[in-house]
């Protein structure tokens, strides 16, 4: 490594938010190259919906959203990844979720669709209607990450894959293949960065949230073009956060489910490109997980789509654990040394923000 010429920017991490400096570096005429230890991205990048959730953001996410909405359309056509322009449906199965995504609507104007019962183009029992969010996208997380890497690689960027950082110092890297030295280094390592800076880690109260997610075979076996969220995706997005109504939904839900608020479930689905679903999620949060999974977060899943879809009990394809890095702000952007970045999308939205986040991040590391 030490012979190879000293590259711009050297990124530690080729998840999507390692990627999406990559892109960012890339577009600037810099020369790249990224440390992955795995001998491909298998962490939270692959593991999600695979839904750019633009819509239900606020403030900067969204700002960041935004941004990388367009650097997506870019890509899909660049690098040939699967994407669709088909947004999200809310499902609202209350007259109170449904006055929330009113509200919504008052809000956010045409980024908002309300939708009546019989139009809400998604399969779903016992709906009064619902919100399609159109600048929403979906693509496939286990295609994409790999589809940007190899473009990113077509464009001169180096992979060092199955290699692992052991030390972080200004304008170097040492790793289990050498040493390598680099104008500037961009840490975007997740959930792991108190693995490298524990200090920093301990500042800023970050933790691993694990998720329970699952691959089910759709049991209506249709076409499911949007992303689908229902009223305790509300909870859970920002957006929301100044209707009015919000704490009705939320004192209700609590009410009635308070075993589902307790596993932090975040009731939504994808539609793969083979047809079956992705469905999920709970959250759990802690510096240190057990290793073990309870069956009984699965089963609260599988009961609560199965409700959601109107259907029988779901033939579980694909069982997984996702883990993404939490912290008091929705993001992480320090500089503990000269020329080191480190960066974590902190609020479990990296595959909506990531593109939006890295001009911010080189702009500041370039300066």
């Known amino acids: 490594m030490t012979s190879s010429p ?55 996410t969204l700002d960041y959203a935004l941004r990388a909405r367009q650097t997506w359309l870019d890509l899909a056509k660049e690098a040939g990844l699967w994407l669709r322009e088909a947004g999200a449906v809310v499902v609202a199965r209350a007259d109170d979720e449904y006055a929330v995504l009113e509200e919504f609507r008052q809000a956010r104007g045409d980024q908002v669709v309300l939708l009546d019962r019989q139009d809400l183009r998604v399969p779903s029992a016992g709906a ?7 600048l929403d996208l979906r693509v ?21 894959w199955s290699t ?21 280094i961009v840490v975007a390592v997740g959930h792991d960065v108190d693995r490298h800076f524990p200090d920093l880690a301990e500042r800023l109260e970050l933790r ?3 998720l329970h997610m699952l691959r089910v075979r759709d049991p209506h076996g249709r076409t499911i073009e949007p992303a689908v969220l229902s ?53 759990a949060y802690a510096v240190t997980h057990e290793p073990f999974q309870p069956e009984e977060l699965d089963t609260l899943v599988l009961e609560q789509t199965a409700r959601l879809l109107g259907s029988g009990p779901l033939a579980v394809r694909e069982r997984w654990l996702g883990v993404y890095a939490s912290g008091r702000e929705p993001f992480l952007t320090e500089f503990p040394l000269p020329g080191v970045a480190v960066v974590a ?8 923000t990531s593109f939006g986040l890295a001009p911010h991040v080189l702009d500041t590391l370039l300066a």
């Open 140 to 160: 496939d997380p286990r295609q994409a990450v790999q589809a940007v890497a190899a473009w990113l690689a077509d464009q001169g960027v180096r992979f060092h």
């Open 128 to 134: 009064v209607g619902g919100a399609w969010f159109p």
């Open 345 to 352: 999308v902190t609020s479990g939205v990296g595959m909506t």
């Open 208 to 210: 691993r949230c694990v």
């Open 164 to 184: 692992t950082v052991h030390t972080i110092e200004p304008g170097l890297l040492g790793t289990s293949r050498g040493v390598i030295r680099a104008g500037r």
């Open 6 to 60: 000293q590259p711009d920017v050297v990124i530690v991490g080729a998840g999507i938010v390692g990627l999406a400096h990559a892109v960012e570096a890339v577009r600037r005429g810099l020369s790249v190259v990224v440390v992955e230890r795995d001998e491909r991205a298998v962490g939270a990048s692959v593991r999600n919906f695979g839904h750019a959730c633009v819509t239900a953001m606020s403030g900067r």
């Open 231 to 283: 009223g305790f995706s509300m909870l859970r997005y920002a957006g929301f956060d100044d209707c009015p109504t919000l704490p009705a939904v939320r004192a209700r839900l609590g009410a009635e489910h308070p075993e589902l608020i307790e596993a932090g479930l975040n009731l939504m689905l994808t539609q793969r490109p083979d047809g079956d679903l992705t469905i999920g999620d709970t959250h």
